[in-house]
């Protein structure tokens, strides 16, 4: 053993399975590596259109990353340090051991890395393994809850200070418009790929370091239960005892040989040997320990007439069940409708193969560049310096139009408004089109609609930064 084991208060315990994964931290980030970072590569594949949910898959994959660690640390305590080879023989074993409960109806358990070893370890499984965690929690499951708890809340203070302490570093294509995503309210749709793809990388580092403690501390909590419960740290002494008394016994038997002993009297010797054990182990001293466990059980009263239910009792019992059920069902109405209303979070965003209808008329106005002048800008400033206000703008804003839906290939439909056409050139991605097209809407509604004048200042800002252009010819 290169721990020495004995009762510990919890934190104590923990504290001693975090100094056993600093103390071999470099070979446990290389195993990691050789065996996780792969299986990370097939999620962010997977999820290339939508890094939104790498981060969700990543957290929920931990109960497959943790065996890693606990493979090297079962072996590490008893001396042994496996290297990349054995890691990777044992790999597809350790992955698949109760691979589904891990990841179904285990994966929200509060005591996670206290109960991996018990299930991974000592090979149980179904009722057995359950009987097993219930056994060890007597000792040690509330600890492992805290746990869990507590090196969650580390792992995501350290996940939000990671992007905060980037934060700076992302180029300004990546960086979201954070007004405009809470003004719009579409978080989906105007969060740029870059800043998901940081965000699930920064997440992924910090999965990296703590998960390793985690594992550890559970590793190190589960070996003080089984020292609690079982006298483990005893028992291992006595191990250790018998091979020396085993090798002297040995030496004892080898002397008696070279100095001529007769094979009865060694028989004898062994006899009365093997009776002094039998009594000794007969000793209360040496019993198996047991938990032993009480449980209340009501008294119930001997009148036989006592033992039906009041009808009181009975009616508020049969309301209670319509009420749950009736919330179940309203939860699972609930649930459904917002599935249907957000299918579209789940309908990849790739380019689509189909062609994209364009449309010629949007809210009353023609569209085609053929209904545009070549010049747009110019034929906007000649319209405004004629007063013919409502003319300037509306050149301005189905050029924009125009460009966006047969340039950029957004969208939009013949049904849109003026806000749908807003938040879909938001949701393409392209920040300076749609910060513009952003102000251009504004000044039209407030022309067309409210029919408020606008100022020479904001008219000549929107000729001058008119954005829809090619890059060396006209508009």
Request: proline content about 5%.
């Amino acid at each position: 053993m290169t721990v020495t084991l004995r009762p510990r208060q919890p934190w104590e315990a923990a504290d001693l399975g975090c100094a056993m994964v600093r103390r071999d931290f470099g070979r446990l980030l290389g195993l990691w590596a050789s065996t996780v970072l792969p299986l990370w590569v097939v999620v962010c594949w997977i999820f290339r259109d939508m890094p939104v949910w790498i981060p969700l898959v990543v957290w929920w994959l931990k109960p497959l990353y943790d065996r890693v660690p606990l493979f090297f640390l079962s072996r590490a305590a008893f001396g042994v340090r496996p290297g990349f080879a054995e890691t990777w023989r044992a790999w597809p074993r350790l992955m698949f051991t109760n691979f589904l409960p891990a990841l179904l109806w285990r994966r929200l358990s509060f005591i996670r890395s206290f109960a991996l070893p018990a299930q991974l370890l000592e090979g149980l499984r179904g009722a057995a393994a359950n009987q097993r965690v219930k056994t060890l929690a007597m000792e040690g499951g509330g600890s492992g809850a805290s746990l869990t708890f507590a090196f969650s809340t580390i792992e995501l203070f350290l996940w939000l200070g990671l992007m905060l302490g980037t934060y700076d570093l992302l180029p300004e294509a990546a960086t979201p418009d954070w007004f405009g995503i809470f003004q719009a309210f579409d978080f989906e749709n105007t969060i740029p790929a870059g800043f998901l793809w940081w965000g699930a990388g920064c997440h992924m580092v910090i999965v990296t370091l703590i998960e390793p403690f985690y594992v550890g501390a559970g590793f190190a909590l589960y070996l003080n239960s089984r020292t609690q419960l079982e006298g483990w740290d005893v028992e291992l002494a006595f191990r250790r005892m018998a091979t020396r008394l085993t090798a002297a016994a040995a030496l004892v038997i080898a002397m008696l040989f070279v100095f001529g002993m007769q094979p009865s009297v060694q028989a004898a010797a062994g006899d009365d040997a093997a009776k002094v054990v039998t009594e000794v182990l007969k000793d209360p001293e040496f019993e198996i320990h047991k938990v032993k466990t009480q449980r209340w059980k009501p008294d119930f009263p001997e009148n036989k007439e006592d033992d039906s239910e009041s009808p009181y009792l009975t009616t508020v019992g049969s309301i209670t069940q319509w009420l749950f059920w009736l919330l179940v069902a309203g939860l699972v109405t609930w649930l459904v409708v917002y599935l249907v209303k957000n299918r579209h979070i789940f309908i990849s965003r790739g380019v689509s193969k189909t062609k994209v209808q364009v449309p010629n008329v949007l809210m009353g106005m023609n569209i085609t560049r053929e209904s545009l002048p070549d010049d747009i800008v110019a034929a906007a400033r000649a319209a405004w310096a004629a007063g013919d206000v409502k003319e300037a703008l509306s050149l301005l804003y189905r050029g924009s139009l125009s460009w966006l839906v047969t340039r950029r290939r957004v969208p939009i439909t013949d049904s849109d408004t003026e806000e749908d056409c807003l938040m879909h050139v938001v949701g393409a991605g392209q920040q300076v089109e749609a910060a513009y097209f952003r102000q251009l809407t504004g000044a039209w509604v407030q022309v067309a609609y409210a029919v408020l004048p606008v100022s020479n200042a904001e008219m000549n800002a929107l000729c001058d930064q008119w954005p829809f252009v090619e890059k060396g010819g006209a508009a």
